[in-house]
């Protein structure tokens, strides 16, 4: 019918099918039938997603050659998502990258990347992903079609793993990424300073809705200036008698967000699962909170919160002001917690 053919040509979803390359083949080939029979326009075409499968760099390299011609399909392109498929290596990067560089994709507005060449999505979280220069030259040729970005998924690319320079490729993405509403950097490398200056780019944009910077192995520990009375509460509660107030703290990705966390105005959801927010990053976040109007979740499991951590993020989600800053919470935030933890359950 008219309908579900016009369905169809808005979307090619091959999602977790366990496509191997003689299958992404046939099924090409399938399409290029149908779209001749139907008269598809490029400006049809809209989403491609075949992502969480078991694509090889050759199959890869397939698809890509066919998505200008015969199939005709980069110029109505709204989204891409390869994220998954981790036999995918370097050598598979190079046609993608060209095309990204023309740009082939004028309207792309969704990327997701994920995953490429960890060998199974999410089954090497620190050891797996793409070598320093692959993933810095993928981050660099994004940056034709930035602009229109609304979805970037860059997670469990192994960025910072091996060298600075896919870090700092990231970063100066992000600094031109003026619309982007979803961003996924889980599972890579930023260090203390490098999530900072990654904070900072996301920040400037203040579109961001959505972030997952969960398990950076990399933000487990730095040194960062205590902000002027956002933990007098918790070093009161915690400093055993006579212990010396210490002008720095130890911490992770929380602490290297502090400046720039606030300035995310429209962020609905944050995901900081496995990233050692400790009871001192978590007053530093309850303290964030008040900031934060239209915040309606936070992912915090893999934490050691503690109790008074805990204690502090209840405190604040309940709309409680904190130090006479800011105004009260619009909405209470879904706190996800570890619901079995003693900490958990004695605050």
């Known amino acids: 019918s008219p309908s579900s053919a016009s369905a169809a040509a808005r979307q090619a979803s091959m999602r977790g099918a366990q496509l191997d390359d003689k299958g992404l083949e ?24 075949i992502a969480k499968n ?24 709204l989204s891409l998502d390869l994220a998954g498929n981790g036999q995918l290596s370097a050598k598979s990067l190079a046609p993608l990258c060209s095309l990204l560089v023309k740009p082939a994709f004028p309207n792309v507005k969704v990327l997701r990347f994920g995953g490429l060449g960890s060998g199974s999505f999410g089954g090497a979280a620190y050891g797996g992903g793409l070598s320093d220069n692959s993933c810095a030259e993928l981050l660099r040729s994004c940056e034709p079609v930035s602009h229109t970005l609304e979805e970037l998924d860059i997670s ?9 320079t896919s870090r700092a490729a990231a970063i100066a993405l992000l600094r031109q990424c003026t619309v982007l509403r979803t961003l996924d950097v889980s599972g890579n490398h930023f260090q203390a300073c490098a999530m900072a200056e990654l904070c900072e780019a996301i920040a400037q944009a203040s579109a961001v809705e959505t972030l997952h910077i969960a398990h950076n192995i990399s933000c487990w520990h730095m040194s960062y200036h205590s902000p002027d009375g956002v933990l007098d509460e918790c070093s009161r509660a915690r400093r055993p008698p006579g212990e010396t107030p210490r002008s720095t ?3 992770g990705a929380v602490l290297a967000m502090w400046d720039n966390l606030p300035r995310m105005k429209r962020l609905r959801l944050l995901d900081l699962r496995d990233s050692q927010v400790d009871p001192k990053c978590a007053f530093v976040l309850a303290a964030c909170f008040q900031f934060l109007p ?14 008074y951590g805990v204690q502090a993020l209840v405190v604040a989600t309940l709309g409680v002001e904190a130090h006479g800053r800011g105004a009260p919470m619009a909405r209470q935030p879904l706190l996800m917690l570890d619901p079995c933890q003693q900490d958990t359950v004695a605050a």
């Open 156 to 164: 469990y690319l192994g960025i910072g793993r091996n060298g600075d």
């Open 249 to 251: 703290l130890r911490g």
């Open 54 to 77: 078991r694509i090889s760099d050759d199959g890869m390299a397939l698809l890509l050659s066919k998505l200008e011609e015969p199939l005709d399909w980069a110029k109505g392109l």
């Open 294 to 307: 239209e915040l309606e979740a936070v992912l915090l499991s893999n934490n050691p919160l503690g109790s």
């Open 26 to 49: 046939a099924l090409l080939k399938s399409i290029g039938l149908r779209q001749r029979h139907l008269s598809w326009k490029s400006e049809n075409f809209v989403h491609l997603d």
